[in-house]
């Protein structure tokens, strides 16, 4: 069975959410169900914060630049067992 829904929405706003998810307002309100269906909440992803986002190009840049530091994952371990947090 299918449902219609009929929403009001500003017309640039519409184009900017498309622009900016690449999704159609139907694809969101299916997403927004099934997080609802199989999360039990509407929680959005912080992962596509604008703050992340900044975060995220600035650890490419440096990765690019080779400012990276490689640890195995015993090694890694280590280190983080090491910290005084």
């Given at each position: 069975?299918?449902?219609?829904?009929?929403?009001?929405?500003?017309?640039?706003?519409?184009?900017?959410?498309?622009?900016?998810?690449?999704?159609?307002?139907g694809?969101?309100?299916?997403?927004?169900?099934?997080?609802?269906?199989?999360?039990g909440?509407?929680?959005?992803?912080?992962?596509?914060?604008?703050?992340?986002?900044?975060?995220?190009?600035?650890?490419?840049?440096?990765?690019?630049?080779?400012?990276?530091?490689?640890?195995?994952?015993?090694?890694?371990?280590?280190?983080?067992?090491?910290?005084?947090?």
């Amino acid at each position: 069975m299918t449902e219609t829904i009929n929403i009001t929405v500003d017309s640039k706003d519409l184009e900017e959410f498309k622009e900016t998810t690449g999704m159609t307002v139907g694809d969101c309100i299916k997403l927004l169900m099934d997080n609802v269906k199989y999360g039990g909440h509407l929680g959005f992803d912080p992962f596509w914060s604008e703050e992340n986002q900044k975060h995220l190009q600035k650890s490419i840049r440096e990765m690019e630049e080779g400012k990276v530091v490689k640890f195995t994952s015993e090694e890694w371990e280590k280190f983080v067992n090491e910290q005084d947090i």
